[in-house]
């Protein structure tokens, strides 16, 4: 279910119910970690075969978008119109239904994109290593944001849909257990140099910020999660990842 629900690979699910969404969202950041190992080997092979890092880390991105069918970054631009709408949680909520992209939702995905696209291909100039580690551990911490918004405390913004599914589904010790193993993703900076390896962590302690303070304002303006608002913490998790990265690389 996870794979299924994350990704753009077709699986079969035998059991579908809510303790199997509990373990789904917990297995979700290793394949976040998968996707991002995927997304900085493309980055590394691009920069490698004579293409510029920022070239590569468009192609890196891009692909990325493809292997999730482009789930994340859609509930980002709806959740930027559904609150920039100004709307009670009702009508912001219709707003986020709709099939089309307002203008708070195109330049969300422009700005989360260029971010992406530019501190990936920094990384890609700092060495392939740190690419490679830094974006496995923003696909890592995306994905925590998410198993973390399923915990108890926090309620599904409508009756039905994939927020209702898996809201409160995420119990402490598994959500600890897939925090844990962001941290050990983490560790993996040390390859490239000892100091990477901290700068991971202050990085992924910056994304989770990040997505905490936009889940809160999620909570407070729609009642709670939904899909899209799922979507939203991935994205604006991971690229804040990224951007703490490359910034700490001028410093490791």
């Known amino acids: ?41 493309v980055a590394a092979a691009g920069a490698w075969a004579g293409l510029s890092p920022a070239l590569a880390a468009v192609l890196a991105v891009g692909l990325g978008a493809l292997a999730t069918r482009g789930l994340h970054l859609d509930g980002l631009a709806d959740l930027a119109d559904g609150l920039g709408s100004g709307r009670p949680a009702e009508g912001a909520l219709e707003v986020m239904r709709r099939s089309d992209i307002g203008p708070f939702g195109v330049v969300a995905l422009v700005v989360t994109l260029a971010a992406q696209v530019l501190a ?39 009756p039905e849909g994939l927020g209702a599914f898996v809201a409160g589904t995420v119990r402490w010790p598994r959500a600890v257990a897939a925090g844990a193993f962001v941290a050990a993703v983490c560790l993996t900076g040390s390859a490239h140099a000892p100091g990477l390896a901290a700068a991971c962590v202050l990085a992924a302690v910056a994304g989770l910020a990040v997505a905490g303070v936009l889940l809160l304002r999620a909570v407070r303006r729609l009642g709670g999660i939904s899909g899209d608002v799922l979507g939203a913490l991935v994205e604006s998790a991971s690229a804040t990842v990224l951007v703490v990265a490359a910034a700490a690389t001028a410093w490791v």
């Open 120 to 158: 990936l291909g920094q990384l890609v100039a700092a060495s392939p290593w740190a690419a490679l580690s830094c974006a496995a551990v923003a696909g890592a911490t995306g994905r925590l944001a998410a198993t973390l918004a399923c915990g108890p405390r926090v309620p599904s913004a409508r």
């Open 1 to 41: 279910m996870a794979l299924g629900t994350f990704t753009a690979f077709p699986v079969r699910v035998e059991r579908v119910d809510r303790t199997t969404a509990g373990w789904a969202m917990a297995w979700a950041p290793a394949l976040g970690a998968l996707l991002g190992v995927l997304t900085g080997a």
